[in-house]
Structures are given as C-alpha cells and as structure tokens.
C-alpha cells in the first residue's frame, strides 16, 4: 500500500532534519522522500516605505515558483514596476491591501505583466497611500533569474 504524507510547515530560516523510522512492527520498506522550500507571503521580502526606486534581483523556478514582495506608498504617488532580465516567461502581478489585514484577497488585483525571455515589461500608474503585495511567478517547468525595479517617479 503506497501513502503519501504531505506536511506543510511555515519555518524560519535555518538547518532542519528529517527522521524516517519504521512502522511499528519494524518492517523495512522502500520509501521516496521530497522536500521543498517556497516564498510565502509568511516569508516575503519586505521593500519597506517606498519613496524613490528599489530593485531586486531574484531567481523564480521548479524549486521557488512565487516571490512576495511588501512595500508601502506613504502618500499618493506615480508608481512604476518594471521587470526584465527573465531567462523564461515571468509574470508579475501587483495587489493592494485595501481591507489591512496583511494578505492578498481575490479583490485586491490592480494590474500584471508577462515577460518572456529575455523581455522587459512595465507598468505605471497613480496610485494611493497604502500597502501593496507584488508577486512574480514562473510555471512549474520553467526556471528564471529577474530583475524587479518598484519606483516612486
């Protein structure tokens, strides 16, 4: 009989181990063991007050499919995200928090981009004083190195 165990866990960065034992009659078995480690929105890069221009150089892929990124617009602002440097298709997306309570809701979209390799994609717009999430992807067989620049203009 073949189970197959899925424990999801939000862990801070450090060094963890993994412990296989028996069943409880001590019977061996031949088992498969995968782990994997993904961004979050628990685990997302915080850009902080946004006033000027950040820029971020990250990798999405197989192992690492969503990168979360926070930043906060202190007043009224021209926003402008741009994203380049792909090495496959990326896409990026830009939410803001309207109801404040720290995560991305289906009511929350402003806008998003595709960019194929080796493009560049951007997008401007007004916007208020309040937090927003971006969050930039790859499919499940794609591996990609990006560049994302969040600017205040």
Avoid: H, K
């Avoid at 939000?10 to 498969?32: C, I, K, M, W």
């Avoid at 628990?42 to 150089?57: A, P, Q, V, Y």
């Avoid at 990250?58 to 007043?75: A, K, M």
């Amino acid at each position: 009989m073949r189970s197959r165990l899925i424990f999801p866990r939000s862990l801070g960065a450090g060094t963890y181990f993994v412990r296989l034992q028996p069943d409880s009659e001590g019977r061996n078995t031949n088992y498969s063991l995968g782990l994997t480690a993904n961004n979050t929105r628990d685990g997302l890069i915080d850009g902080g007050l946004l006033n000027g221009s950040r820029t971020f150089n990250e990798f999405v892929g197989r192992t690492d499919r969503q990168d979360f990124y926070r930043f906060v617009l202190g007043s009224p602002s021209n926003f402008r995200l741009t994203l380049n440097g792909t090495t496959a298709n990326v896409g990026v997306t830009l939410y803001v928090d309207t109801n404040g309570n720290g995560q991305i809701d289906s009511n929350e979209y402003v806008n998003d981009r595709t960019v194929g390799s080796g493009g560049t994609e951007s997008f401007s717009r007004s916007l208020g004083a309040d937090t927003y999430f971006v969050v930039v992807s790859t499919g499940s067989s794609s591996n990609s190195n990006y560049t994302l620049n969040l600017a205040t203009v």
